[in-house]
């Protein structure tokens, strides 16, 4: 078994990029990426991490999804995934050489890349390498100067989705991340430290207690997204000791 799927994480793009994640590329003969649009200007980023390291991109149209919070939504991610891996096959199955597929952040945390890079390889008879990149989270406690959890205490990584159960289980210490932008409600007295488009020429950053901050998240954020043309946020959210 000679090809090898290369899932490699790059942050939020190129100046995120790990001497590690640079010798993945280096070793990979092309790049598959998703087009979930005509004009999708997350591919302009990938091309950017193609173009630094000499590989091609090739935009595979991305199959439809079922966002309007299906009622069976792991089945619905499932079927998804299924039809993205066989999209992705049918392009390897065509092309000599070992493609690298790019994860946003790192491939380890609330990214399906790695899974979908397995089904592939079982499609295509290859096997899977995987590198490191730089998460989400690790850039916001950066660029807010802070520590993700409390002295001796965990910290919780859960998405938006999920964020009213934990918060009513007694969680108080969360990383929040797949966001739409919309705060949790309940959590006015909470500390919050936000950022959006982490590491790029349009990042945004907030901190403060949620009922005094919420206005200017939301005003931030479209920023972000209007300047980009496109938003990824994530925040932490911490309860009163």
Do not use: F
Not at 100 to 115: E, K
Not at 159 to 164: G, K, N, Q, S
Not at 196 to 211: D, M
């Amino acid at each position: 078994m000679s090809r090898v799927i290369r899932v490699v994480g790059i942050g939020m793009g190129p100046q995120h990029l790990t001497p590690e994640a640079g010798e993945a590329l280096a070793a990979s003969s092309y790049v598959i990426a998703a087009a979930k649009r005509e004009e999708d200007p997350l591919l302009a980023v990938r091309r950017e991490v193609c173009a630094a390291h000499g590989l091609e991109l090739v935009a595979v149209p991305d199959p439809e999804r079922d966002r309007d919070d299906p009622a069976d939504y792991r089945r619905a991610v499932r079927e998804w995934h299924s039809a993205r891996a066989d999209a992705w096959a049918d392009e390897i199955e065509g092309r000599a050489g070992s493609p690298a597929l790019l994860a946003w952040g790192d491939p380890a945390l609330y990214d399906s890349t790695i899974r979908i890079a397995w089904a592939v390889a079982d499609r295509v008879e290859a096997t899977v390498q995987v590198a490191p990149g730089i998460s989400a989270p690790q850039v916001l406690a950066a660029r807010h100067g802070i520590v993700l959890h409390r002295v001796g205490e965990p910290v919780h990584v859960t998405t938006e989705r999920r964020l009213p159960d934990d918060v009513a289980a007694g969680q108080r210490n969360l990383v929040v991340m797949l966001t739409s932008g919309k705060l949790p409600e309940g959590v006015d007295g909470w500390s919050i430290w936000w950022g959006a488009n982490l590491g790029t020429p349009t990042e945004q950053l907030v901190a403060g207690v949620v009922g005094d901050v919420a206005e200017e998240i939301e005003t931030a954020r479209t920023k972000a997204k209007d300047e980009a043309g496109w938003v990824m946020d994530v925040y932490l959210l911490r309860g009163p000791v």
